[in-house]
């Protein structure tokens, strides 16, 4: 079901595009169709979508849907991340994981990599100058 939902999703996408549907000939046509490739992606609600078709046009298009080589869903990298940040190991969470959705490619080094999104936003905190410019009244 969520796999047909997020095909027809990415196809209506690039009709929009290329500002054609399928064998349409107009002349407001920007591009043209080029097949399809195959693509993985683990989600937060049903865990691991495996050979779900990714329209392809000529043209170099940008998904708002999907980005570019991602593998996972912001989502499901949240998930982790409050699992994370709720007391669990960086191995644990990757246990949970592996036995809750089946999943292989989470392991503790790919929670450490969804960490370091948040590293850089901490220590940029964490230097803030704090400043006087308070009233006291």
Known sequence: MIKELLEYSLNKELEAILKAERYQHTQLREGYR???????LITHLCGRIDNFLVPRARKRIKFRLLERYKRRLDEFDYAILNCFLNGQSTRKTAKFFYDFFSESSINHQTVSNILKKIDSLANQFLKKTITDDYLIS
């Open 34 to 40: 080029d097949g399809y490739r195959r693509k993985s």
